[in-house]
């Protein structure tokens, strides 16, 4: 398997969406974030009738026997709030609560640095399991992940060393559980269930709107939810494109929230991406998209053309939205002539689509 390759593309899906055009927080498509793959508390689940929910399940189907070993991984956002507070009290020193003395804010100047509240995000990795079929049939396998609470607080201060404001980024405890079962379909065919549950505790509050309350559980969501399953001494079988005979079993598969695919080098059948973004088996990156753009439905020539119109102050709001934010702007300034034009009508294969109509499809960057 060709992992650089594959991490590309987990590292693209687990991304979608991030921060989109024009990359400003002001911009209305970036006020509702983190619409795929969210996870939410249970409690929250249940109080709105699981219309958000907590729970993915991904199946799918191992050609092997006994001894075949199955790998999970399972990789999600976590969620970082970055709330910026203006300075509504002189202090000579920072006293234990920084809210008693200053106001949030959206963005505040200090001098020529642009602080703009916004939402980060941590790449979590919950762990890893190596399991057996033959340990499976027997006993379903669980282990639980947890991460603690953390805040941090910034000082801002002006040219003078007065402090003026100061950044507050927060992340709630996240907990929870990844269950795997397997049972015998047919003779060397097997059906693995693979399910992801938020046990992270929420108490909702009743003065607040449904806006304000789903703003909250955010922050104890598990976002852009991914699996990734890899096996040894045998192979899965495709769900999108399945053997004749193995079209019932793959019928039957229940895919909750995700879908899985095949990945890595076109054929190979011993990797899947479980995403909550829908693609097709053996997903690629565009070998001339110069970097994540986070929007896997534009095309990166359009989306570049239009970063490089943006005015002096635009570019300036967006290198402040993060790391993430600004090394794309920076990319983008400092591509070349020939880079850019590597993007524009790029041909595949004319021969290969007449032989598979849906080649294009499988791009993705």
């Known amino acids: 398997m060709n992992m650089a390759q594959v991490e590309k593309i987990i590292s693209a899906v687990l991304y979608e969406g991030y921060v989109l055009y024009p990359y400003r927080p002001s911009s209305v498509k970036n006020r509702q974030r983190w ?28 050609e092997g026997d006994a001894d075949t070993t199955l790998e999970v991984k399972v990789r999600f956002l976590h969620i970082l709030a970055r709330e910026v507070r203006e300075l509504t009290t002189p202090v000579s020193e920072l006293p234990l609560d920084i809210n008693l003395i200053s106001s949030p804010v959206a963005a505040l100047w200090v001098g020529d640095r642009l602080f703009q509240t916004w939402q980060e995000a941590t790449e979590r990795d919950a762990g890893s399991v190596e399991l057996r079929l033959g340990d499976l049939l ?47 379909v047919v003779q060397g065919v097997y059906r693995v269930r693979v399910r992801i549950t938020n046990l992270t505790p929420w108490q909702g509050t009743d003065d607040t709107g449904h806006r304000e309350e789903r703003d909250d559980a955010l922050l104890s969501t598990f976002a852009s939810t991914h699996t ?12 999108f494109d399945p053997p004749a005979e193995y079209s019932e079993a793959v ?33 690629q990156i565009a070998p001339e998209s110069p970097g994540d753009l986070f929007d896997g439905t534009e095309i990166d020539e359009i989306l570049t053309l239009r970063i490089m119109t943006m005015t002096d102050e635009e570019k300036r709001e967006m290198r402040a939205v993060d790391e993430r934010a600004r090394a794309l702007l920076d990319r983008t300034e400092s591509l070349t002539s020939e880079q ?26």
């Open 251 to 283: 019928a039957a598969c229940s895919n909750v929230g995700t879908w899985p695919v095949l990945v890595g080098e076109e054929g190979a059948c011993d990797m899947i991406l479980s995403s909550p973004i829908i693609l097709y088996d053996y997903p």
């Open 340 to 365: 850019m034009m590597s993007m524009h009508g790029t041909v595949r294969s004319i021969a290969a689509r007449r032989a598979e109509p849906d080649q294009e499809a499988h791009q993705y960057g």
């Open 228 to 239: 990734i399953l890899s096996v040894r001494g045998g192979g899965f079988v495709s769900l």
């Open 138 to 184: 027997a006993l379903p396998h669980t282990f639980t992940f947890d991460y603690p609470e953390s805040r941090e607080v910034e000082l801002l201060r002006s040219d003078v060393g007065q402090m003026v404001g100061a950044v507050v980024r927060t992340q709630h405890a996240l907990a929870g559980s990844v269950s795997v079962e397997a049972e015998a």
């Open 35 to 62: 619409t795929f793959g969210g996870l939410y508390p249970e409690s929250y689940s249940a109080a709105n009738g699981g219309f958000e929910p907590s729970l993915a399940q991904t199946e799918c189907l191992i």
